[in-house]
Antibody, heavy 126, light 109 residues
């Protein structure tokens, strides 16, 4: 079955760019049919959708983060990545990657997120 | 968008049924049948339990069921078991974005 694994620095300085990668195993990103997502969870709090990407490179972002987010895909490595610029302490969170199926009758929408990676804690601190 | 509103905690005894509400607006829950529910045990990733309001993924117990009325979605757990103790989050498509619920801690007494 498909598995996802996040990787990247656990500590980022304020004003710098957070960079994470999600490696997909057990399935190919380039097969299509799914969006590849980033979701975060602030410590002890709820979940926040960051955005997702299709294998073709089409991206959809949370409007509240759009100015700082870039999601990219590398089909040759079966990976997709997140960059979040100008980070502050408010960006400290566990970052998850997840898969979401496309909906052929509703471009850009999906009906669930599954599976999820185990998550990686990113702390923003000097 | 604001987070969907869920009760902070719900509890029940083994074997009982509990219901978790998830209240949104006409821009999210009320407009789309794209409501999903996730179970999260401490230190673990969320797990999909319900999608499209009331559909159950393969492998999820039929003790879990979902429904929606107006701007409020609900998750019902029947025959409560110790393993159901976890945090639960709802999620709704909101037209070009997604909004999650505030989360509900389910305690099995």
């Amino acid at each position: 079955q498909v598995q996802l694994q996040e990787s990247g620095p656990g500590l980022v300085k304020p004003s710098q760019t957070l960079s994470l990668t999600c490696t997909v195993s057990g399935g190919s990103i380039s097969s299509g049919g799914y969006y590849w997502s980033w979701i975060r969870q602030h410590p002890g709090k709820g979940l926040e959708w960051i955005g997702y990407i299709y294998y073709s490179g089409s991206t959809y972002y949370n409007p509240s983060l759009k100015s700082r987010v870039t999601i990219s895909v590398d089909t040759s490595k079966n990976q997709f990545s997140l960059k979040l610029s100008s980070v502050t302490a408010a960006d400290t969170a566990v970052y998850y990657c997840a898969r979401a199926p496309i909906m052929v009758y509703a471009i850009g929408a999906s009906n669930w997120f599954d599976p999820w990676g185990q998550g990686t804690l990113v702390t923003v601190s000097s | 968008q604001s987070a969907l509103t869920q009760p902070a905690s719900v509890s029940g005894s083994p074997g009982q049924s509990i219901t978790i509400s998830c209240t949104g607006t006409s821009s999210d829950v009320g407009s789309y049948n794209l409501v999903s529910w996730y179970q999260q045990h401490p230190g673990k990733a969320p797990k999909l339990m319900i999608y499209e309001v009331s559909k159950r993924p393969s492998g999820v117990s039929n003790r879990f069921s979902g429904s929606k009325s107006g701007n409020t979605a609900s998750l019902t757990i029947s025959g409560l078991q110790a393993e159901d103790e976890a945090d639960y989050y709802c999620c709704s498509y909101a037209g070009s974005s997604y909004v999650f619920g505030t989360g509900t801690k389910v305690t099995v007494l």
